[in-house]
């Protein structure tokens, strides 16, 4: 079993910035792969980044290059995703998810066995 728990959402201006954490518990942390996606009003859920158990390997999707970083301390059982140069368009809940089954990860959320409460980002134009 694992938990998992989000925070770090808000409302921000276009061209800001945001940081969401997402403390694991259960599981040991550092033996599975973790992951980011969303889900805007009416749209399905959709991969925004990935990274292996380690923190050595990381994947995004297009849309978030260059402006979001993902990374991990195993040592605080805890991810992160860091976004910069918000758009409105990123507006969406937010949820981190654990696979457990993977220490690489993959970008289908069907592959994810543990879920976030997920996190509100809203940003303003």
């Known amino acids: 079993q694992v938990q998992l728990v989000e925070s770090g959402g808000g409302l921000v201006q276009s061209g800001g910035s945001l940081r969401l954490s997402c403390a694991a518990s259960?599981?040991?942390?550092?033996?599975?792969?973790m992951g980011w996606f969303r889900q805007a009003p009416g749209k399905e859920r959709e991969f925004v980044a990935i990274?292996?158990?380690?923190?050595?390997?990381?994947y995004y999707a297009d849309f978030v290059k260059g402006r979001f970083t993902i990374s991990r301390d195993n040592a605080k059982n805890t991810v992160y995703l860091q976004m910069n140069s918000l758009k409105p368009e990123d507006t969406a809940v937010y949820y981190c998810?654990?696979?457990?089954?993977?220490?690489?990860?993959?970008?289908?959320?069907?592959?994810?066995?543990?879920w976030g409460q997920g996190t509100q980002v809203t940003v303003s134009s």
């Open positions: 998810a654990a696979d457990t089954d993977s220490y690489s990860g993959t970008y289908y959320p069907g592959n994810y066995d543990y």
């Open positions: 990274i292996n158990w380690t923190g050595g390997r990381t």
């Open positions: 259960g599981r040991t942390f550092a033996s599975y792969a």
